[in-house]
């Protein structure tokens, strides 16, 4: 009856359009991609006008040119400024991963050690870690580089006054010497029997994991993994009658001479990435270990365990799974500010990459190399650690 | 009955024995918290050792042997470098700080206007102080009045050209000015834009989602360096030929992007922090999305994430002194700067001013974090485990 002078069709359409959740989404989506493609031609167009105008060529066929720079540091391959832009920036990538792994190692046992001491008893050693960390964590990580460059390994003296430490090795101002190894005759059997300690120890442990649920007798499986991991290349060494010799440097009157020489730069960057990720990681450390309910450790108690069994088989496990995901965001990090190596004048990625634009002015093309190496690497980590994660993570019912 | 007491029960308190000599005062203090376990004595006595080996060095050289005042070069160097200071001494060189101190905190920004500066940085002060004390009323007129009025009245006196003030272009600003302005710009807009990002990532339409996510995990991915490189060398690019703007500009939006990605990470993690219940109740109310969003979820959200917050306000503070790496000069840089300066040149120099550099970093940082343990106590309304 009402509905005879109101056209039933239009009104209820037009307000359940505008009304409608749905409807709205596809409208705001529609909107979105259409502004971002229109953004995305815009800047498109006006790179290709800039290029032209500037006369550049664009592509990455410039990386098998001659790059004409040298390298200060490169371990693994041999570079010289006659080789290919694509060879210095492989040399960069090696150095960043090469920073980025010793430092992750060593921040990783600092972290802890300092994480641990926060919660010590004793209250000068938490009082020692807890200044520790409230100083690395609150200055800006290139100040810390720039504290080990200019103001500790500078100072350090020259050549002719090396500081000589244990075990053949010498410390002046232009770097850390150390005994160089060098492989004789047969020297790739113990690195054979490297490998297959590795492999049998694997088994070992997942044999006595077997056995110990099967029987509950518990068998010695990490000693005997160490005993195989050290002992099979020892004994494939003492079959071939060791054909390692250590080259050691030697104080000569102006330079030292032998050995291999870690320069200040890598020192510097090392030093300083390791130390202030420590404190970052020692806070995550302790984090992890306080959220382990006192319960936890009460039952523990309870059952008759001993206090060591109790952390290594109660406490641990469970603060690690609270660690791990901040832990693998503080390795990216580490690994990302690594890039700040062009303080220190430390061949990376990014000095390197910067060389070569300053060189050959193909800006687009050295940005979009950054990000896939710095993408590739933030993504190979997460999912190593997000494996790591899955497999430590709590299985509820 | 009589009233004879004959008891020998204790009708009145016995006063409390002082325990034994070794359960009080600092004999127990010492026992329990230095020498609990034979480990501890040890760890103890070699941290003892440890401090005695490295404090009276590090005292000695901060403050006992530091030249503070000097015209020159000459008060920090030893005779045989040239200047007056006997063989062998080390230490502090607070003179070149003292000497450099206006070029530290306003960089080659003109003498004669460094007023506008102090101007500034007075009401900066004045205005922030009330917004972070919990008992000063009106705080919304003094947060509107400090996130919107005052950053134009800044940017106004900073740069000038208007009202008969002097221009002063970016590239004659320096020092601890440069690392202020970038971190008040940094958070004030990475914190909307870090929200708007990590409701994008909630969202439930696909498109909206995806670009979030694409957005805060590719900054997430590069380095720092990068995106100030990326600002740098291709924004220009991008803009249409002729276009061009402030290389102070271009910092500034690369510090903002890259802050507002983890900003959106750190929000993200509060939101998903919230009860799913919390979301049915205010649909349930009739709300709409901005209200149920505004008035339930972000509170709630925010502060819970207030410790995350600061961590990112904490780690860009700390992240503006990159921008010396594309040749701007923020406090580091500008410290970095006069080491070569020839007046002042001395072995001491350069550690004299990254000291000063670190301590100057660390103030703001720390107390910037103490302030969010501050905050975190106070707002913490026991919902916490």
Redesign the interface.
């Known amino acids: 009856m009402a509905s005879q002078d109101i056209s039933p069709g239009t009104d209820s359409g037009k307000a359940s359009l505008l009304n409608d959740p749905k409807f709205r989404?596809y409208l705001?989506?529609i909107l979105?991609?259409l502004v971002?493609a229109l953004l995305g031609y815009w800047?498109v167009n006006?790179?290709i006008?800039?290029?032209q105008?500037a006369r550049l060529a664009t592509g990455f066929g410039f990386l098998d040119g001659r790059a004409g720079f040298d390298i200060s540091s490169s371990p693994y391959l041999t570079y010289s400024s006659d080789s290919t832009f694509a060879k210095a920036l492989l040399v960069g990538i090696l150095n960043t991963l090469t920073v980025a792994v010793a430092g992750i190692i060593t921040a990783t046992i600092l972290g802890f050690i300092v994480g641990i001491g926060r919660l010590?008893?004793?209250?000068?050693?938490r009082k020692?870690c807890t200044v520790y960390v409230?100083?690395f964590?609150?200055?800006?990580?290139?100040?810390v580089i720039?504290?080990w460059y200019?103001?500790?390994l500078?100072?350090l003296p020259q050549a002719r006054q090396s500081v000589a430490l244990p075990f053949g090795t010498y410390l002046n101002n232009r770097g850390f010497y150390v005994p160089s190894l060098i492989l004789g005759e047969g020297a790739w059997l113990a690195g054979v029997a490297f490998i297959i300690g590795i492999v049998a120890a694997f088994f070992v442990k997942r044999w006595a994991h077997k056995r110990q649920m099967a029987t509950g007798q518990p068998f010695p499986a990490n000693l005997t993994a160490i005993a195989l991991i050290i002992g099979l290349p020892i004994l494939a060494l003492a079959i071939k009658g060791f054909p390692l010799t250590l080259d050691y440097p030697i104080l000569g009157a102006f330079n030292l001479k032998g050995g291999s020489q870690v320069g200040p730069e890598f020192i510097s960057l090392y030093l300083a990435l390791s130390f202030y990720t420590a404190s970052f990681i020692a806070e995550i450390v302790r984090a992890g270990i306080r959220g382990v309910g006192k319960g936890q450790t009460e039952a523990a108690h309870a059952l008759g365990l001993r206090p060591g069994t109790t952390t290594r088989l109660v406490v641990v496990p469970q603060a690690m799974r609270i660690i791990t995901p901040p832990l693998a965001s503080q390795y990216l990090n580490l690994t990302?500010?690594s890039?700040?190596a062009?303080?220190a004048g430390y061949p990376d990625l990014?000095a390197v990459g910067?060389t070569i634009?300053n060189q050959t002015g193909r800006?687009?093309e050295v940005?979009v190399i950054?990000?896939i190496v710095?993408?590739s690497l933030?993504?190979l980590t997460s999912l190593f650690m997000n494996w790591y994660n899955a497999k430590m993570a709590l299985v509820e019912r | 009955m009589t009233d004879t007491n004959i008891s020998f029960v204790r009708q009145e308190m016995l006063q409390g024995q002082t325990p034994p000599r070794g359960e009080r005062g600092i004999i127990r203090w010492v026992r329990l918290n230095l020498i609990a376990t034979p480990v501890d004595a040890v760890l103890t006595i070699l941290a003892l050792l440890a401090l005695a080996w490295f404090l009276p060095p590090l005292l000695n050289w901060l403050f006992v042997d530091a030249s503070w005042v000097g015209p020159d070069r000459s008060v920090c160097a030893t005779a045989a470098q040239g200047g007056i200071q006997p063989e062998n001494w080390s230490g502090a060189c607070w003179a070149f700080v003292n000497a450099k101190f206006g070029q530290f905190m306003y960089g080659p920004y003109p003498l004669d206007q460094r007023w506008r500066v102090n101007l500034v940085g007075i009401m900066f002060v004045a205005l922030l102080i009330p917004l972070l004390m919990p008992k000063v009323p009106y705080k919304v007129p003094n947060a509107v009045v400090f996130f919107f009025v005052f950053p134009i009245i800044a940017f106004f006196l900073l740069v000038g050209g208007w009202f008969g003030l002097p221009y002063v272009e970016t590239s004659r600003w320096g020092g601890l000015l440069v690392t202020l302005v970038i971190s008040f710009v940094g958070i004030s807009v990475s914190l909307p834009l870090g929200i708007a990002l990590a409701l994008g990532r909630r969202s439930k339409m696909p498109v909206i989602k995806m670009l979030c996510v694409i957005f805060i995990e590719m900054v997430r991915g590069i380095p720092l360096v990068t995106v100030l490189f990326m600002a740098s060398y291709m924004l220009p690019l991008f803009l249409p030929p002729g276009v061009s703007f402030d290389k102070f500009l271009r910092a500034l939006i690369g510090v903002a992007l890259f802050a507002s990605a983890y900003m959106a990470e750190v929000v993200r993690g509060g939101l998903q922090a919230i009860p799913k219940g919390q979301y049915e109740g205010a649909d349930s109310l009739g709300l709409g999305y901005w209200q149920k969003t505004g008035l339930i979820i972000l509170p709630q959200a925010l502060k819970l994430v207030i410790p995350g917050i600061v961590n990112t306000f904490i780690g860009l503070f700390k992240d503006t002194s990159l921008v010396s790496i594309i040749s701007m000069f923020d406090l580091l840089g500008t410290v970095r700067q006069h080491f070569n300066d020839p007046n002042w040149a001395s072995p001491q120099t350069p550690i004299s001013g990254l000291v000063f550099a670190g301590f100057v970093f660390w103030i703001f940082c720390f107390g910037m974090s103490r302030y969010s343990i501050f905050m975190e106590n106070r707002l913490d309304t026991g919902h916490k485990r």
């Open positions: 989404g705001f989506q979105a991609v971002i800047i006006n790179t006008e800039n290029l105008r010590s008893h004793n209250w000068l050693i020692i409230e100083i964590r609150n200055v800006p990580p290139l100040l720039f504290f200019s103001g500790v500078a100072v990302k500010n890039s700040l062009i303080a990014f910067g634009l800006s687009l940005v950054f990000m710095y993408l933030s993504v």
